[in-house]
């Protein structure tokens, strides 16, 4: 029960509905104890009477005598139907209660599990797939949410009913009801040990269920792939092995339960057996009347599913003890990037400053960068080129803080990167990324994606400048079409320069485009470049590319190589240099 300890916030923040719940549950079951002791009137007065009934047989007064016993237990009947419609409208109540109590925990969870999940770095995702984290806020706590609803409420109804029954059995007689309840120690050792089995099984489930998950999402997400590779085939019996494997973890807990419940009825049966016995010696020795079995009877048959679905309660915490660890395993998680109450959210100016940076990624060790230092300028503009692996695309995550540097400071206008508010600082700097993301939107969605509020005139001039408003035009419904999940039915050009017009729009005093043109020919890129010149004046422009034959007329170039800073000056200056930069552009240039 300890992992399950974290959601008692939520019981303090809901204390009224589960107070009441209980409360619901008290009154139902104090109502409940009645009809059997109206039955066992209704039996004794039955018993009682027979002997009176045959000796006035044939007299004027049988009839008014059969007449008064006939309306008598009709009345028995009434008040009985009437005591289970009341119970029936305060078990609605508990429901309303606490069912809906779990409910509204079930959404705040989610919710907490979903902004701890955006607050996390970008190491964490690298880290976990997307199956696993889309299990734990679906799946498991889903799971915990049945132990927060029918779980509480069949564990609350246990321990009301199972007192003021238990107390009603001992009113009448001890011994009977200490023969009565002689199984249940034997039902307590037998949950005892099979809960552990329970435990261990359901953890299985859970981490199973995030494999086939992983695999089934990664599958769609690589649809393409699989099918240009013709691997249909080999995934299909990938996810065979893996549902096998979940298959066996299930049916092995469904072995448990196949145990559990029919020696729960074997013990429940065992006390009926008892009752009739032991309740019928004691009629004979006139300590109880007949009356009272069929109270005891009532008794045991109103404790027999309560006692029953112990099993069924226990499976359902166990379970969500499993499940509410995973869950736990990401909300402990910590942030990367940590912010203070007193950080500075005034306008970007555009004035960066790289002094002896060096990063190294935490999970693979990896350096990407090394003792790295350069200033840029207000307004100008800059190209970042190199190899491949050279770490170009690291230097743009540390500007956009998407990780901490390791040594070395960031300065923007003269502060450090950590003293900026990080919200207000990335809405006012734009990025294209490297790695193409589109929702499963209309494109003009896509593209107004970063604005709260956007015309289509600015839509429309954001993909003119990408140079892809007439790829949209030729759309089925233009602006209004639907590009499918990650922009799967636009062309590699399209969803980049769809991407980009979704910086543009945003008008931001500093942008970083992170090879965001590597997928458009050389031609297209020249007209997006042409065409970020007026967009780019006054703004502080970083172009990361691998493409050197277009960075002719950048105010300053930097060239990396293994994570240094290796050539830092003008196109002319780097030529002149005769080092990678000029070997770079003139085998471009050959090949072109």
């Known amino acids: ?189 037998s949950i005892f040990i099979i809960n552990n089995i329970i435990h261990k099984r359901s953890e299985l489930i859970q981490r199973q269920m995030s494999k086939l998950t992983s695999v089934s999402q990664e599958s769609y997400s690589g649809i393409r792939v699989l099918k240009s590779y013709v691997q249909e085939e080999p995934v299909l019996q990938h996810f065979r092995r893996e549902s096998e494997n979940y298959k066996d973890v299930s049916l092995d807990l469904a072995k448990v339960h196949a145990l559990f419940f029919p020696l729960m009825l074997l013990l429940i049966g065992l006390s009926t057996i008892l009752t009739i016995w032991i309740g019928g010696r004691e009629v004979m020795s006139g300590n109880i009347s007949a009356g009272n079995i069929a109270e005891f009877v009532i008794y045991v048959s109103m404790l027999t599913w309560p006692v029953t679905s112990v099993g069924w309660v226990a499976s359902l915490i166990q379970r969500a003890s ?115 993301f589109l929702f499963s939107e209309t494109v003009r969605n896509n593209i107004a994606f970063g604005l709260n509020e956007s015309d289509f005139l600015q839509v429309q001039k954001a993909a003119e400048m990408a140079d892809v408003a007439k790829d949209i035009d030729r759309l089925p419904d233009g602006y209004e079409t639907l590009v499918g999940e990650r922009g799967v039915t636009l062309s590699g050009g399209q969803k980049q320069r769809i991407s980009l017009a979704r910086t543009l729009i945003k008008e931001t005093p500093v942008v970083v485009f992170d090879d965001c043109l590597s997928a458009v020919d050389a031609t297209t890129e020249e007209n997006i470049l042409n065409n970020l010149q007026s967009f780019t004046k006054k703004k502080t422009s970083i172009v990361i590319t691998h493409r050197v034959t277009s960075l002719t007329d950048f105010d300053k170039i930097l060239v990396l190589d293994e994570g240094e800073l290796i050539e830092m000056g003008t196109h002319g200056a780097l030529i002149a240099e005769k080092g990678l930069y000029f070997q770079l552009y003139m085998k471009q240039l050959a090949e072109s």
């Not at 959601?7 to 107070?19: A, D, S, V």
């Not at 770095?121 to 799946?139: A, H, P, V």
């Not at 950080?343 to 693979?364: A, C, K």
């Open 322 to 436: 499993a499940s509410q660890k995973r869950i736990n395993e990401f909300l402990d998680e910590k942030e990367e990037i940590t912010q203070r109450e007193d950080l500075y959210e005034g306008v970007l100016q555009g004035n960066i400053s790289f002094d002896n940076v060096s990063f190294t990624y935490p999970d693979t060790e990896i350096t990407a960068l090394k003792n790295v230092s350069f200033d840029i300028k207000a307004g100008q503009r800059i190209a970042i080129t190199g190899r491949t692996g050279s770490g170009k695309s690291t230097l743009a995550g540390l500007l956009v803080r998407f990780y901490e540097v390791s040594e070395g400071t960031i300065q923007v206008d003269g502060r450090k990167l950590e003293d900026w508010n990080i919200e207000k600082y990335r809405q006012q700097l734009g990025l294209v990324q490297q790695d193409i």
């Open 1 to 189: 029960m300890k992992h399950l300890l974290r959601l008692n916030k939520y019981f303090w923040l809901y204390k009224w509905h589960f107070l009441f719940g209980v409360l619901f549950v008290a009154i139902s079951n104090v109502i409940g104890i009645y009809p059997p002791r109206i039955i066992r009137y209704a039996f004794d007065i039955v018993k009682e009477n027979i002997d009176l009934y045959q000796s006035v047989q044939g007299f004027s007064a049988a009839a008014s005598f059969t007449s008064f016993f006939s309306f008598s237990l009709l009345l028995f009947g009434f008040a009985v139907l009437i005591l289970a419609l009341v119970k029936g409208a305060f078990m609605f109540l508990m429901r309303q209660t606490l069912v809906v109590m779990s409910r509204k925990i079930e959404f705040d969870l989610k919710n907490e599990i979903y902004a701890h999940y955006q607050r996390l770095g970008m190491s964490f995702y690298k880290r976990n797939q997307t199956g696993d984290l889309m299990s734990r806020i679906s799946e498991d706590v889903s799971r915990v949410r049945m132990y927060l609803g029918p779980a509480i409420l069949y564990t609350v109804n246990l321990v009301v009913l199972s007192v003021m029954v238990i107390g009603a059995m001992f009113s009448v007689n001890a011994r009977l009801t200490w023969w009565v309840l002689l199984p249940l120690p034997v039902l307590s050792l």
